[in-house]
């Protein structure tokens, strides 16, 4: 059962934005419980490669198969276009976990309330169950005395910590990190490493867009770096960071390391 | 009577202004365009000459005999439906984007995203240009007078004219709506305190 071991498939990717072709024929895999780490410059698709994955942004040709079902809109074997309904989109997306840059926490809602939300609502959980899942999970990630308090009064880390207990209480079997510390002051970025570090050891499939290298290095099983919305290297953090193929992967790493 | 044309046209408002709101941002023309058709017509037109043209001609079209109190609170209710729609639609599209894609992608609906992020947060920016139309509203159902419905500017009027003392009369006419609506503000300032306890 060779299929089973590969969590997403993305086969032959385009992507435009009105006439900028920002996705270019993109094929690449990702095994389940497996880290994957995209890199690359400012507009080089990364981002975007990453929000398909959920759909956030639409394809124009090719496919996305997460844990074998293609996600969002694909052609069929006859080419005919198929979209899927909003509510299997939905479902699908609640399968994969994601978190942003900017965190993006529910502002008029409690810590734990954050957390509970797609619970309650998308898995029609009761309040009590909910509630103690979510209790569980910011356990988990380090902060379990902060339940009651508004995403406003936490610090950077704390935020990030609470948006990865927030999607991981769905229990995906997936999850999407973009540049999860990239907005964090840098002494805050070690408490969320070290969050999302526990997680991949955990054995949760992951993909991240990241400029973290040391935490590539330690923890990535693959890692890509895009150029201009094309894969131009693949394979393990030690090829690519030791030994780059290309002029352009050299000069992008000798900015960022 | 003025509270009650107030309070009654507000409610109307209110329910036209989320519908007006929400088909304005809506992506599909089909709802937008109509929308936006209501806002214009019913704000750059005067109040009063609304409030009289439905008076005679929603029987007139309708066979349906209204009384001049009901035209009137139906009238004053579309029109702030008009204002409020375009408040409505400011307050859903100043909601963070990034908020609603975290909801999303959590598996939310398009409308549970609307009920428990969307609106919740917009209802928040909301209120001060909410506040803002009450304000007006109570002041311009002053004009139902026009049509003789008993308000408190009517009866200004009708004493005014009986007892000849018109500064007096119209003077604590002014001072009774500047005391309704001083209220009205420091209500709203509360809410607004309330609602925002959480930044």
């Given at each position: 059962m060779e299929e089973s071991k590969i969590m997403v498939k993305v086969e032959r990717v385009n992507k435009f934005y009105k006439k900028l072709h920002v996705l270019r024929d993109i094929d690449m895999e990702v095994r389940r419980g497996e880290v994957t780490v995209l890199i690359g410059a400012s507009g080089s698709g990364k981002t975007t490669l990453l929000r398909c994955m959920n759909h956030l942004e639409t394809i124009n040709s090719g496919r996305i198969l997460v844990d074998g079902e293609p996600i969002g809109c694909w052609a069929n074997e006859k080419g005919v276009l198929c979209k899927d309904p909003e509510r299997i989109l939905n479902r699908k997306r609640s399968q994969i976990g994601m978190v942003f840059q900017r965190f993006n926490l529910f502002s008029h809602l409690t810590v734990l309330e954050n957390v509970m939300l797609a619970l309650t609502?998308?898995?029609?959980?009761?309040k009590e169950e909910a509630r103690e899942i979510a209790i569980q999970q910011l356990k988990h990630v380090g902060l379990?005395?902060?339940?009651?308090?508004?995403?406003?009064?936490?610090s950077g880390g704390q935020q990030q910590r609470v948006a990865i207990a927030r999607s991981l209480a769905m229990q995906p079997k997936l999850m999407l990190f973009d540049e999860p510390t990239s907005a964090l002051d840098p002494e805050l970025v070690g408490e969320v490493l070290e969050t999302i570090t526990n997680l991949a050891k955990e054995g949760m499939t992951m993909i991240v867009v990241t400029h973290e290298m040391g935490f590539a290095r330690e923890l990535a099983h693959q890692m890509l770096f895009l150029h201009d919305g094309v894969i131009l290297e693949q394979g393990t953090p030690e090829e690519i960071l030791n030994n780059p193929k290309f002029e352009r992967t050299k000069a992008f790493l000798g900015k960022i390391l | 009577m003025t509270l009650l044309v107030t309070a009654a046209a507000l409610a109307i408002g209110l329910l036209i202004g989320l519908v007006i709101g929400l088909l304005k941002v809506s992506q599909r023309r089909i709802f937008s365009v109509p929308a936006t058709s209501y806002v214009e017509v019913f704000r750059n037109t005067p109040e009063l000459v609304q409030l009289i043209w439905v008076y005679y001609c929603i029987p007139l079209l309708f066979g349906l005999p209204m009384a001049a109190t009901t035209s009137c609170i139906i009238a004053l209710g579309l029109n702030a439906g008009g204002y409020l729609g375009e408040v409505f639609r400011a307050g859903i599209q100043a909601v963070d984007k990034g908020l609603i894609e975290a909801g999303r992608s959590l598996g939310l609906s398009h409308f549970q995203t609307m009920r428990k992020i969307t609106l919740p947060l917009a209802l928040r920016t909301m209120l001060p240009p909410f506040v803002n139309q009450s304000i007006a509203l109570l002041k311009n159902s002053s004009l139902v007078s026009v049509l003789g419905v008993a308000d408190l500017t009517f009866q200004a009027q009708v004493i005014a004219t009986n007892t000849f003392r018109v500064i007096e009369i119209f003077t604590g006419t002014a001072a009774c709506y500047f005391i309704f609506l001083t209220i009205l503000s420091y209500l709203a300032r509360f809410l607004e305190k309330w609602l925002t306890a959480y930044r």
């Open positions: 609502t998308v898995k029609k959980m009761q379990p005395d902060k339940i009651d308090s508004y995403p406003s009064r936490l | -």
